[in-house]
């Protein structure tokens, strides 16, 4: 099987140890040569490595496309993709998608239209705090679920798309964006509290068995994450996946993203109208409408 990623940031460093597992070869445009070659960690991967100048001439050899971008190239980079013949079996896109919410449900309508096997690198699902707090509101009786982020702000770095809310990333596109996806799995239907400022997001609502849940999101000096289930300790960590990122060393997101794969790949599910509910939360949050 071939795999194509594009995208040299998270691309290179994220997927590429990840679906490498899956992969006889993985393509990549030569352009990136000069970032793989700056990341030594990532050297084991070479032999399986093809790269390529022009995509229309390895478009046909592809089994799975890899599109880690930024959401206002991604849409664009699916559409070019579709207008060429090509066989391949499954779309990985990263969060958030697309840069509004009307725009991904386009991305989304275009993949269901066409009968596309794709899915999105919401990771949360698969780390244990996750879980944790699944099984909680699944249980029987009420719970009060609460989580903090506090998100280093990089300011050497605030030029980059990540802070740009136009170009898909800033605090809620970017980070809330997993939240949102986490409040959808989670049935949320009542919004009581969602309170944006600059530098933080403040959000409690309720499920459909009344659980609460309350997320506070900010930028801040240090990193870190922790939450509480009813009346237990605080549970801290460094970060959502635990693990402090250390870019000399593979990103720990890749031990999420194998389980986000080997799942996609081998016990695929269109999970077409949960997207939509997402999307459908997604646009109510960022209006700001209580529900």
């Known amino acids: 099987m071939n795999s194509l990623i594009c995208g040299s940031g998270f691309g290179l460093y994220g997927y590429l140890p990840s679906i490498s597992k899956f992969s006889t070869n993985v393509y990549l445009d030569k352009k990136y040569k000069k970032i793989f070659n700056l990341r030594k960690e990532l050297s084991k991967f070479e032999p399986k490595i093809i790269w390529y100048n022009k995509i229309n001439k390895i478009i046909l050899k592809i089994d799975y496309l890899v599109i880690a971008k930024r959401p206002k190239d991604q849409l664009n980079i699916v559409k070019s993709i579709l207008k060429n013949k090509n066989n391949i079996k499954h779309f990985f896109l990263e969060k958030p998608i697309s840069v509004t919410p009307k725009k991904t449900l386009e ?22 705090w ?15 679920i609460s989580i903090e982020w506090n998100i280093k702000n990089n300011l050497n770095n605030l030029r980059s798309w990540k802070y740009d809310y136009k170009q898909g990333g800033g605090l809620l596109r970017y980070y809330g964006i997993h939240f949102i996806k986490l409040f959808s799995d989670l049935n949320l239907k009542k919004i009581k509290k969602n ?10 609502g309720y499920d459909n068995k009344e659980n609460f849940i309350k997320l506070t999101l900010r930028y801040s000096k240090l990193s870190n994450f922790s939450y509480k289930i009813n009346k237990s300790k605080v549970k801290k960590l460094k970060s959502p996946y635990k693990y402090k990122i ?20 081998f016990r695929y599910v269109n999970h077409f109208s949960n997207l939509k509910s997402f999307i459908s939360l997604w646009r109510k949050i960022e209006n700001k409408k209580i529900i």
Do not use: A, T
């Open 246 to 265: 250390d870019h000399k060393l593979i990103d720990p997101r890749c031990f999420f993203l194998k389980k986000y794969i080997n799942k996609n790949l």
């Open 195 to 204: 309170e944006f400022k600059k530098n933080s997001w403040i959000f409690e």
């Open 107 to 128: 991305l989304i309508n275009i993949f269901d239209k066409k009968k596309i096997n794709y899915s999105i690198g919401f990771l949360f699902e698969y780390v244990n």
């Open 130 to 144: 996750y879980k944790l707090i699944k099984k909680n509101l699944q249980s029987k009786g009420k719970n009060d």
